[in-house]
Structure formats: structure tokens, C-alpha cells
Antibody, heavy 121, light 108 residues
Framework: QVQLVQSGSEVKKPGASVKVSCKASGYTFANYYVHWVRQAPGQGLEWMGIINPSGGGTSYAQKFQGRVTMTRDTSTSTVYMDLSSLRSEDTAVYYC??????????????WGQGTLVTVSS | EIVMTQSPATLSVSPGERATLSCRASQSVNSNLAWFQQKPGQAPRLLIYGASTRATGIPARFSGSGSGTEFTLTISSLQSEDFAVYYCQQYNNWPPLTFGGGTKVEIK
């Protein structure tokens, strides 16, 4: 069965960086995009960006351009989301989610369990 | 950027009753719309994609309709486990993918 397992909670100081991992299993890793979505406490869902595990190509929401980097390791079927220059407003649960295909019109069909990132001095 | 607007923000419904949730897009998204259910402390779960196709394992009491800019999620007879927050999301024109603000379905 498809599974996305994320790394554990993190506490970071303002200005630091955080790297969250998302290990995929139960499907052919290279054939499906992976998205990152975050949710601040008590708030809605916010899309951050997408990575194509096949070639490593990425596309980021403009809000995060310059601060976010998404990478992948095909040998371990793992994708990573690195967010730098953290501020208190980045405190949120970060989710990875699989795109339903490797084509443009793909919906988010399977989600990781989420990783809480807390930014506090 | 396509703005997704959900209404109402909160819907109070008695168990066994019908719930109708609305989602509007600021421009056409064709049928490239998904609905998610989220319970406290859990990740979102895909309910509907392609505006009207139920995801694997989703009960038949959940149905989606609409195309273009107006969409509806209907829960025909609310069960206790259906009380949650529901989000719509368009994937027709990205980046960015965009979500609605959510509708909380609570017990009346």
C-alpha cells in the first residue's frame, strides 16, 4: 500500500533552517509528483511547491521562492523540503502528499502524517 | 492565482441529515477540483477528485458535483465520523495549487 512517512517534530530558532523528509513506499517513486503543503495552527491548507522525483524538477509557490528547496534521493525513495530563514509565522504542520500522476493535472491522493515545525526563540 | 471560496464557514447538522457544502472558483477550473476531509490531529484525506469521482474506499454517501466555477460536496446522511473540516482544492491552473478556506461540519 502507498505510504508516505515523514520525519519527526522539530523546534528551531528564528533565522535557522529546517529540513523535513518524506519517505515513500508501495509504489514506483519516479512516476508520481510529490507536493508539500503546510498548515499553521488553527488555519487552512497552504501549498508550498512540487517536485518531480524522476528528474528532480521543482516548482515553488511565489511566497516561498528563495527560502524553500525541495530535493529527492531516488536511492531511498525520499523527498526533502528545506525551509530557511525561519520566522515565527512558519510554525506549522508540514505535509508531503503524492500527486496522482506525473502529469500536469494531478490531484493529491496520499498524504504523509505531517511534521510539526515550531519556530521559537 | 485562482481563489477558492467555500461556504458556509461552519455548518451545523444533525446526525442522519443531509449536508451541502459549496466551493466557488474565481475562474474556471473545469473539473479539476478535489475535496478533502480533515479531522483534528490528522492529515487531510482525499474524498473526491475530478469534481465528482469518489476516491478509493470513500462511502457512497459522499458525492461531488459541478464544473467550471461552482462545485458542491453533498453528504447524504451524516454519520458521527463525518463531523470534520472539508476543503476544496483546484489543480487546473498551477502554480500555485490553491485551497478553499474550509467548511467545518459540526453536530447540531
Amino acid at each position: 500500500q502507498v505510504q508516505l512517512v515523514q520525519s519527526g517534530s522539530e523546534v528551531k530558532k528564528p533565522g535557522a533552517s529546517v529540513k523535513v523528509s518524506c519517505k515513500a513506499s508501495g509504489y514506483t517513486f519516479a512516476n508520481y509528483y510529490v507536493h508539500w503543503v503546510r498548515q499553521a495552527p488553527g488555519q487552512g491548507l497552504e501549498w508550498m511547491g512540487i517536485i518531480n522525483p524522476s528528474g528532480g524538477g521543482t516548482s515553488y509557490a511565489q511566497k516561498f521562492q528563495g527560502r524553500v528547496t525541495m530535493t529527492r534521493d531516488t536511492s531511498t525513495s525520499t523527498v526533502y523540503m528545506d525551509l530557511s530563514s525561519l520566522r515565527s509565522e512558519d510554525t506549522a504542520v508540514y505535509y508531503c502528499a503524492r500527486g496522482s500522476s506525473g502529469t500536469y493535472y494531478n490531484h493529491l491522493d496520499y498524504w504523509g502524517q505531517g511534521t510539526l515545525v515550531t519556530v521559537s526563540s | 492565482e485562482i481563489v477558492m471560496t467555500q461556504s458556509p464557514a461552519t455548518l451545523s447538522v444533525s446526525p442522519g441529515e443531509r449536508a451541502t457544502l459549496s466551493c466557488r472558483a474565481s475562474q474556471s477550473v473545469n473539473s479539476n477540483l478535489a475535496w478533502f476531509q480533515q479531522k483534528p490531529g490528522q492529515a487531510p484525506r482525499l474524498l473526491i477528485y475530478g469534481a465528482s469521482t469518489r476516491a478509493t474506499g470513500i462511502p457512497a454517501r459522499f458525492s461531488g458535483s459541478g464544473s467550471g466555477t461552482e462545485f458542491t460536496l453533498t453528504i447524504s446522511s451524516l454519520q458521527s465520523e463525518d463531523f470534520a473540516v472539508y476543503y476544496c482544492q483546484q489543480y487546473n491552473n498551477w502554480p500555485p495549487l490553491t485551497f478553499g478556506g474550509g467548511t467545518k461540519v459540526e453536530i447540531k
